[in-house]
């Protein structure tokens, strides 16, 4: 008998089937398969530890951040009230609006991950903060140096 692969609750399967992105704007699937092992989960890295990054995540209206993926368990706060978009790896959609202070938790076990990308649909910008716990089941994705924050007189 095959042994059937479980996932958490969190998990996002990739969907194989390019029709199933047939509905995104054009060129927006093409990035997602780029950035399969993108592990930018925000725009700044602004703390970094042996078991948690920091980041923060600003999107001004009418932007996008690229796809990245989460492969531990993570949280994010939403700084500021607005609206976004989610383009998800499964060929989803998602809007939501965000209210301040409204924090969301995932967790991820081996083998588990969510692709994804958010769109600011709002008119003003969007900022969340994300703590992403690093010393989970899945080792963390390496992320570049320059998406570290460098401090004044630093650089």
């Known amino acids: 008998m095959a042994q059937v692969e479980t996932h958490g609750p969190d998990h996002v399967e990739i969907n194989p089937d390019p ?13 997602m398969l780029g950035d399969m092992y993108n592990g930018c989960v925000g725009s700044v890295l ?5 078991t948690m990054r920091i980041w ?10 690229r796809f990245h993926r989460h492969v531990n368990r993570y949280f994010w706060t939403a700084m500021v009230p607005g609206k976004a978009r989610g383009y998800f790896s499964s060929g989803e ?16 076990g081996a083998g588990d991950h969510m692709l994804h990308s958010v769109e600011n649909i709002g008119d ?3 900022i969340f903060t994300t703590v992403e716990f690093i010393d989970g089941p899945n080792p963390p994705l390496d ?13």
């Open 19 to 31: 029709a199933a992105f047939a509905h995104w704007p054009e060129g927006v699937y093409e990035e």
């Open 46 to 50: 602004v703390s970094e530890t042996d």
């Open 143 to 155: 992320v570049p140096d320059e998406v570290r924050l460098v401090p004044p007189g630093k650089a």
């Open 56 to 65: 923060h995540l600003r999107l001004p209206p009418g932007k996008r951040c």
């Open 124 to 126: 003003s910008e969007l």
């Open 93 to 108: 959609i998602r809007d939501v609006v965000h209210y301040q202070g409204e924090t969301k938790h995932f967790n991820y």
